[in-house]
């Protein structure tokens, strides 16, 4: 099964920059997926990211906001941009694995101050 | 639209009891679920996954049904113990939409 490799682990950053988080898997995947955790909260999908495609967002976020590349078809990353305290959350890719089910990277922790 | 609901929200029990976790989904037409565990501020660790073929799966101490007709699973987790002290995620993947749907969430505190 597809293990997953992400970074940062966890990050404190000011108000108004960018940060990227980087998802690394072993194996070769179609689909990658970003989620969002905001504190006390489950798990909200993001986008899906295909190689050689733009990622598909869910409805609220954008483009613009989380950017998304997808290089190649074992590496994703995903900024979080102009961020604001409201953007602290845990940040988790995912891919879904040959038998089925999903493995999920072990997440970034982000403070917004 | 997939809608996961877990119930409870929280459960506190004394060390060595059984418990019972609900998971319950809107669209029966899914093609598997799956039970996560989260310890605070980490990643997700996928405990159990049942197919859409399936009606259970058993590692260990812990045992996941599937009802797709009444669109309910639950986990079982027999003599818990202070380690299972976590939030146990149900997931739903459904067909037509390859990410998966996430309940809320138990948050389980098992007292020793």
């Known amino acids: 099964s597809a293990v997953i490799s992400q970074k940062p682990s966890r990050d404190i950053c000011q108000r108004g920059t960018s940060l990227t988080i980087q998802c690394q898997v072993d194996?070769?995947?179609?689909?990658m997926f970003w989620y969002r955790q905001q504190p006390g909260q489950s798990l909200t999908l993001i986008a899906t990211a295909n190689q050689g495609s733009e990622a598909t967002y869910e409805s609220g976020f954008v483009i613009d906001k989380f950017p998304i590349s997808r290089p190649n078809l074992t590496f994703s990353t995903l900024t979080v941009s102009n961020m604001s305290p409201e953007d602290s959350s845990i940040y988790l890719c995912?891919?879904?694995?040959?038998?089925?089910?999903?493995?999920f990277g072990s997440g970034t922790r982000l403070t917004v101050v | 639209k997939q809608e996961v609901t877990q119930i409870p929200a929280a459960l506190s029990v004394p060390e060595g009891e059984n418990l019972v976790l609900n998971c319950s989904f809107t669209?029966?037409?899914?093609?598997?679920l799956q039970w996560f565990r989260q310890d605070p501020g980490k990643g997700l660790t996928s405990l159990l996954l049942i197919q859409s073929s399936q009606r259970e799966q058993t590692s260990g101490r812990l045992n996941a049904s599937l009802d797709k007709s009444s669109g309910r699973s639950t986990l079982y987790i027999a003599a818990s113990q202070p380690g299972d002290s976590a939030t146990y995620l149900c997931a739903v993947g459904s067909r037509g939409r390859r990410a998966l749907t996430f309940g809320s969430g138990t948050r389980l505190q098992v007292q020793p």
């Open positions: 995912s891919v879904e694995r040959s038998f089925g089910g999903y493995t």
């Open positions: 669209d029966s037409a899914i093609y598997n």
């Open positions: 194996s070769q995947v179609t689909m």
